[in-house]
C-alpha cells in the first residue's frame, strides 16, 4: 500500500473532507475499478489499526497549535506515488554529544553580545565625559542613542536573519554576523565624534550582533528537546556571567586606556564569537526532495506567513513588545541616577547584582519550564513583567543604596525567567518547523519599544531635572504586557477542549459508516453481500 492510501486519499469516502464529494465506490457508475472489490480495504478495522477517516481527521486537527507533524506527507520508508523518494522519519535530537559543544558556543555568544549591551551604562558616562556639551540641554536624550539604537539593531533585524537562517544556515549566517559586529566595535574607536558612533556602533554593531545572536538559539533546537528549557537557560545564562564581568573590566580600562582602546578589547570578544559560530553544525535534514515543487525557491518558506494563523502566537507577539517600553531604560539610565542620587564612585555593583541574579533565573526557571506543560509556561513570563515593572518604579523609592541593590537583584532574578523560557515558549505556540522565523519575527517587533525606551527617560531627564518620572513611567509597559499574555493559555486550553470534542464527533461518525458498509462487502466470485469478518485478508 502507499503512502497515498494510508494518508486517506484514494477516494475513500471515510476519508473525505467536509464539503468534498466522495469518489465513486467500487462497481458504481463512472468508477474505472472492477466491480468486485479487494476485500484489504478493510483490513485496516479489522487488525485494530486506525480507520481511514479517523486518520483523516487526525491530520486535520493536526494543524492547531499543539500538534505540528507535517500532515500528508509520505510515511517514512516507503516510495511516494510519483515514484519520488519518501521523506525521512521525524527528527529525534541526539539530547547531547556535540550539542554539548554548541551549547557553550551560543552561551558565549549570548554573553559577548548581551554582556556588552548591557553595560553600556557605564559606555554612557564615557561618551557624555567624551562627547558632551554641558550647555547641550538635551545631551542625554543624544547619548542614548548610541545605545538604544545598537539594542534596537539587534531585534530589528531579526525577521531578515530568520530568513537568512533558513536560507543558508545557522552557521554561515552567525560567522558573517560575527565579523560585522567585530568591524563595527573597531570602527568605533577611531570615533571622535558622537554622531558617527550612531552609525558604527549603533547600526554597525547592533546588525551583525543581530546576525550572530538569533542562529545561536534556533541551533539548540537540533540538538536538544526534552532538556531544551534547561539548555536554553546556560545559555542565556551567558549573558549574566559577562554582566558580571564587564562591568568590573570596564571601571578598570575605561580610566588608564580610554574609550578608543576599549572598544578595541571588546572587539576581541567578538573574534572569539567568529571562531564559535564554526561550530554550529546543523542536524535536522533538509525536507526539498519531499516534493519536487520545493526544488524551486520557495517564497512562502522564505516569509513564513503561517506562524500568523496561529492566534496564540499573535496575541505573544503583541503582548511581549507592549511590556519592553521600559524595560531597557534602567541598563542606560541607572548608573547616571546613582552617580547624580547618591554621589557613589562604585555604581557598577548595580550591574553585577543584575547580573548575578539574572544568571541564577535563567538556570532556575529554565528548568522549571521543562516541568511546566505546552503554554502554562506563559505564565513564568507574565510574573516576570509584573515584577520588573514594579522594581522599575520601586528605584526613585529607594533611600539608600542597600535597597537599590535589593531592587535590582529582584529585576535580574525576573529578567532571567523572561528570557530562558523565550525560546521554549516559541516552540508550544509554532512548533519547531516554524520557530526561526517566529523568534525572528518577534524580536523584531520587540525593537521598537526597545530603542525608544531609553531616549524617552533621557529626554523626561532633561527636561524635568530628575529621573523619577521616568523610572515609575517604565514600570507600567511591563504589567500591561503580562496582563496581555495571561489569555494565551485560555485560549490555547479552549482550543484543545474543541479539538476534543471534534475528535469524539468523528470517531463516532466512523464507527457507524463501517457498521453501514460490513453489511454490503461483496465477496468476489459470489456477487452476495458477506459479513466482513467472513473474508480471509
Known sequence: MTAKGLS??????LAAGPGQQPEPEWGEPGSSEPASPPLSRHKEPLNGR??????????QVGAGDGDHSPGGNPV????????????????????????WVVMFASMWCNGSVFGIQNAFGLLFLTLLDNFGDSTDTHLRF?????????????????????????LFGCRKTATVGAAVAFIGLIASSFVKSLEPMYFTYGIVFGCGSSFAYQPSLV?????????LGLVNGIVTAGSSVFTIVLPLLLTKLLPKIGLSHTLRVLSAFMFVLFLAGFTYKPLIPENSHCNSSRRKLNLKKIFNIKIWKFL????????????LFGYFVPYVHLMKYVKETFELQN?????????????VGRLVFGRVADYLPGTYKIFLQVASFVVIGLMSMMIPLCQDFGGLIAVCLFMGLFDGCFISIMAPVAFELVGSENVSQAIGFLLGLMSIPMTAGPPIAGFLRDSLGTYNLAFYLAGVPPMVGGAILCTIPWIQYKKLKRQQALKASAGDTAAKILDADSKN???????????EYASSI
Do not use: N
Open 219 to 227: 541551533i539548540l533546537g537540533h540538538y536538544f528537546k526534552r532538556r
Open 76 to 99: 517514512p520508508g516507503s516510495q511516494a506515488a510519483d515514484g519520488e523518494p519518501a521523506c525521512p522519519p521525524p527528527f529525534v535530537p541526539p539530547e547531547g554529544g556535540w550539542g
Open 8 to 13: 486517506g486519499e484514494d477516494g475513500d469516502p
Open 347 to 359: 555604581e557598577e555593583v548595580l550591574l553585577m547584582c543584575i547580573g548575578i541574579s539574572s544568571g
Open 50 to 59: 486506525v480507520s481511514p477517516a479517523e486518520e483523516g481527521f487526525k491530520l
Open 312 to 323: 496564540g502566537y499573535r496575541i505573544w507577539a503583541f503582548g511581549i513588545p507592549t511590556a
Open 521 to 531: 462487502v461483496l465477496v468476489p466470485g459470489s456477487g452476495e453481500p458477506q459479513k
Open 142 to 166: 543624544k547619548t542614548a542613542w548610541v545605545g538604544s539604537l545598537s539594542m534596537g539593531m539587534i531585534f530589528f533585524c531579526s525577521p531578515i536573519v530568520s530568513v537568512f537562517t533558513d
